[in-house]
T-cell receptor
C-alpha cells in the first residue's frame, strides 16, 4: 500500500519566517509534487520533481522553492512566509508520465 | 496549455437520484484523465482513470473525444458519495479542475 506522509498536519507561522514542509513516500516513485489547495481554486501545482536533485516549476512557484536530495523525500520551502501563503499544502508522488498520483494527508499552514 | 474545467462548484442531489459531475478538458495530444475524490477529513484519493474503464463505487466516466469531456456518472446517489470531486488530466504532470462539491441529501 502506497504511503505518502507529510511532516505536520497543522502549522502556524509568523510573517517573514522560513518554513519547511517535508514529504516522504515509500513506493520508490520517481515523481513528486507539491500543490496548494484553496476553496474555489482547486489544486494548483507549485513545483514538481521527476528525479533526485531535479525540479520543475509548476503553475504558481513564486515565493516557494523545493529540495530533493533523496528519492523518497521532497521538501517545500517558504523563504519568507506571507499571509497569502496560508493554505492547505498537499504532497503527491507517482511513477513517471501522468501515472496515478498518491497524496499525503496535507499540511494546513496558517501564516499570521 | 492544458486546461481542465469543472463548471459546477456545488451540486446537490437527493439520495437515489442520478448524479453527473461535468468535466471538460483542452489539450493537444491524447490526454490521460482521472477523477479524484476527497471525503471529509480524508486525503485526496484516486476514484478512477479513463484507461482502466472500470466502475468504482458505482461511478463510471467515459472519455468523449468529440466533446472533449470526461463526465463522472452514477445512476443512484448514496449519502456516502458526498465529497469534493476533482477531475484531472495531463501528460507529464496533472492539471486539476477547481473541484465540485457534491452533496447528497437524504
Amino acid at each position: 500500500d502506497v504511503k505518502v506522509t507529510q511532516s505536520s498536519r497543522y502549522l502556524v507561522k509568523r510573517t517573514g519566517e522560513k518554513v519547511f514542509l517535508e514529504c516522504v513516500q515509500d513506493m520508490d516513485h520517481e515523481n513528486m509534487f507539491w500543490y496548494r489547495q484553496d476553496p474555489g481554486l482547486g489544486l494548483r501545482l507549485i513545483y514538481f520533481s521527476y528525479d533526485v536533485k531535479m525540479k520543475e516549476k509548476g503553475d504558481i512557484p513564486e515565493g516557494y522553492s523545493v529540495s530533493r536530495e533523496k528519492k523518497e523525500r521532497f521538501s517545500l520551502i517558504l523563504e519568507s512566509a506571507s499571509t497569502n501563503q496560508t493554505s492547505m499544502y498537499l504532497c503527491a508522488s507517482s511513477f513517471p508520465q501522468a501515472s496515478t498520483q498518491y497524496f499525503g494527508p496535507g499540511t494546513r499552514l496558517t501564516v499570521l | 496549455a492544458q486546461r481542465v474545467t469543472q463548471p459546477e462548484k456545488l451540486l446537490s442531489v437527493f439520495k437515489g437520484a442520478p448524479v453527473e459531475l461535468k468535466c471538460n478538458y483542452s489539450y493537444s495530444g491524447s490526454p490521460e484523465l482521472f477523477w479524484y475524490v476527497q471525503y471529509s477529513r480524508q486525503r485526496l484519493q484516486l476514484l478512477l482513470r479513463h484507461i482502466s474503464r472500470e466502475s468504482i463505487k458505482g461511478f463510471t466516466a467515459d472519455l468523449n473525444k468529440g466533446e472533449t469531456s470526461f463526465h463522472l456518472k452514477k445512476p443512484f446517489a448514496q449519502e456516502e458519495d458526498s465529497a469534493m470531486y476533482y477531475c484531472a488530466g495531463g501528460a507529464d504532470g496533472l492539471t486539476f479542475g477547481k473541484g465540485t462539491h457534491l452533496i447528497i441529501q437524504p
